[in-house]
């Protein structure tokens, strides 16, 4: 049984490897806000183990906008505090990787990873409520996550909370009717309520799917046992008898030694910042940027002779996160004529759908509530996600009173980059 668990420990122990996507193609939208206006913008010890152990081993679990960098200091990155967290918590450094995992949050404060992996340092130091409290935050914001309900549920049966932990249990194998540690898990905690008829039938759907789990069994004939029906289990074979089967029941000792679900170290989710429509799941938001980011679309446009007289300002990309990139220059030309122009050369950024070009008042806008919050135009829809362009600028406005270039994906309400303009740096 030893060499069966630490090769599972070994296995759990392994992070995905981190594979980002970072391009694709502009889909349009008619759903581009006013110009005007705000935009819509996761058992078995050896036999005699005395008191049950829930899952409970180490599991093992993205940048954020921050202010332009000076050339010698890169921002500060939620994903390189993510990656050290998950380093920290393999190498049982648990409370330097929780203190990791609070800046990845504060950070980034939609990563559901962040509050896994966080969850999963806290029920390796026996923080069983707070544990719980990462849980359900997982779950708020990805409501089909089995590891979620997998982990919080261990957490509710080290806190003896064991109806919760049955519920937990229960949505696992609803999600992942295969899962044969959330059943054994369920009969744990049917065991240890009292429900000796729940526990029977966990224990026997363990033993269907592992035969040799020998804590299985001596937890199926306690069950057995709790229903006053002992004969119906064949101790044939088992290194335990009645004796201790009576033993156990009395005393309420059972075997198992679960562990939790491992620690995540997944792509940088491209739907991070988005406002989830409420006739979709964030799945499928994330399904619907993926496909944009898939493709590059690249334009050349040659710069227009009149527009070559006066820049008004310049800006360049940066980086929203590590999903949403950018980089190249915005400049604001001003004609003899008194006609202003946006251009973008040397430009690309993470395509995505419904992007469009914001003229921002904010002078370097963090978060779709900064756009918000500000009087912002729309110059229309992106045409490109690399390349040279002209944007038009509409008659009469002033634009000394806008501060940063925004590319903005309208139907989500999410700040793919951002290039803040500096008048006085030309």
């Given at each position: 049984?030893k060499?069966?668990?630490?090769?599972?420990?070994?296995?759990?122990?392994?992070?995905?490897?981190?594979?980002?996507a970072?391009?694709?193609?502009?889909?349009?939208?008619?759903?581009?806000?006013?110009?005007?206006?705000?935009p819509?913008?996761?058992?078995?010890?050896?036999?005699?183990?005395?008191?049950?152990t829930?899952?409970?081993?180490a599991?093992t679990s993205t940048?954020a906008?921050?202010?332009s960098?000076t050339?010698e200091?890169?921002?500060?990155?939620a994903?390189?505090?993510?990656?050290?967290?998950n380093?920290?918590?393999?190498?049982?450094?648990?409370?330097e990787?929780?203190?990791e995992?609070?800046?990845?949050?504060?950070l980034?404060?939609?990563?559901?990873d962040?509050y896994?992996?966080?969850?999963v340092?806290?029920?390796?130091?026996e923080?069983?409520e707070?544990?719980?409290?990462d849980?359900?935050k997982?779950?708020?914001?990805?409501?089909g996550?089995?590891?979620?309900?997998?982990?919080?549920?261990?957490?509710?049966?080290?806190?003896?909370?064991?109806?919760?932990?049955?519920?937990?249990y229960?949505?696992?194998?609803?999600?992942?009717p295969?899962?044969?540690?959330?059943?054994f898990n369920?009969?744990?905690?049917?065991?240890?309520?009292?429900?000796?008829?729940?526990?029977?039938?966990?224990?026997?759907?363990?033993?269907?799917?592992?035969?040799?789990?020998?804590?299985?069994?001596?937890?199926?004939?306690?069950?057995y046992y709790?229903?006053?029906e002992?004969?119906?289990?064949d101790?044939?074979?088992?290194?335990?008898?009645?004796?201790?089967?009576?033993?156990?029941?009395?005393?309420?000792?059972?075997?198992?030694?679960?562990?939790p679900?491992?620690i995540?170290?997944?792509q940088?989710?491209?739907?991070?910042?988005?406002?989830?429509p409420?006739?979709?799941?964030?799945?499928?938001?994330?399904?619907?940027?993926?496909?944009?980011?898939?493709?590059?679309?690249?334009?050349t446009?040659?710069?227009?002779?009149?527009?070559?007289?006066?820049?008004?300002?310049e800006?360049s990309?940066?980086?929203?996160?590590a999903g949403?990139r950018?980089?190249?220059?915005?400049?604001?030309?001003?004609?003899?004529g008194?006609?202003?122009?946006?251009?973008?050369?040397?430009?690309?950024?993470?395509?995505?759908?419904?992007?469009?070009?914001?003229?921002?008042?904010?002078?370097d806008?963090?978060?779709?509530?900064d756009?918000?919050?500000?009087?912002?135009?729309d110059?229309?829809?992106l045409?490109?996600?690399m390349g040279?362009?002209?944007?038009?600028?509409?008659?009469g406005?002033?634009?000394?009173?806008?501060?940063?270039?925004?590319i903005?994906?309208?139907?989500?309400?999410?700040?793919?980059?951002?290039?803040?303009l500096?008048?006085?740096?030309?």
């Amino acid at each position: 049984m030893k060499k069966r668990k630490h090769l599972f420990l070994s296995l759990i122990l392994v992070g995905a490897v981190l594979a980002l996507a970072a391009c694709g193609q502009t889909a349009s939208t008619d759903d581009a806000p006013a110009s005007t206006s705000t935009p819509v913008p996761e058992p078995a010890e050896d036999v005699g183990q005395a008191v049950p152990t829930p899952r409970s081993e180490a599991p093992t679990s993205t940048p954020a906008p921050v202010p332009s960098p000076t050339p010698e200091q890169e921002p500060e990155n939620a994903r390189s505090h993510f990656d050290t967290a998950n380093d920290l918590l393999k190498a049982g450094q648990v409370l330097e990787a929780i203190e990791e995992y609070d800046t990845v949050l504060s950070l980034e404060s939609g990563f559901v990873d962040g509050y896994f992996n966080r969850g999963v340092a806290f029920l390796e130091i026996e923080e069983w409520e707070q544990a719980v409290a990462d849980y359900t935050k997982v779950i708020e914001l990805t409501p089909g996550d089995a590891g979620a309900y997998f982990n919080r549920g261990l957490a509710f049966l080290k806190s003896r909370k064991r109806q919760e932990a049955i519920a937990d249990y229960s949505k696992v194998i609803e999600l992942t009717p295969n899962d044969v540690d959330a059943y054994f898990n369920r009969g744990l905690a049917a065991l240890e309520s009292g429900k000796s008829e729940q526990a029977v039938a966990d224990y026997t759907r363990v033993v269907e799917f592992s035969p040799d789990n020998i804590d299985a069994q001596f937890n199926l004939a306690v069950a057995y046992y709790g229903l006053r029906e002992i004969d119906k289990f064949d101790f044939t074979g088992h290194t335990f008898g009645i004796e201790d089967v009576d033993t156990a029941n009395l005393w309420n000792i059972y075997r198992g030694d679960p562990t939790p679900v491992s620690i995540r170290d997944e792509q940088f989710p491209l739907s991070i910042d988005a406002e989830i429509p409420s006739d979709m799941t964030r799945s499928e938001v994330e399904a619907v940027m993926e496909e944009a980011a898939k493709i590059n679309d690249e334009l050349t446009e040659a710069m227009p002779d009149d527009m070559s007289s006066e820049v008004v300002s310049e800006g360049s990309f940066r980086d929203q996160n590590a999903g949403h990139r950018g980089s190249g220059r915005a400049i604001i030309y001003l004609s003899a004529g008194g006609s202003a122009m946006l251009r973008l050369e040397d430009f690309s950024v993470t395509n995505g759908p419904g992007l469009h070009v914001f003229l921002s008042a904010h002078p370097d806008p963090k978060s779709r509530d900064d756009v918000k919050d500000e009087a912002f135009i729309d110059l229309g829809e992106l045409k490109a996600n690399m390349g040279n362009q002209n944007y038009g600028i509409p008659t009469g406005v002033d634009v000394a009173k806008y501060h940063s270039v925004v590319i903005y994906c309208v139907p989500f309400n999410v700040v793919f980059s951002v290039a803040p303009l500096d008048p006085d740096g030309i």
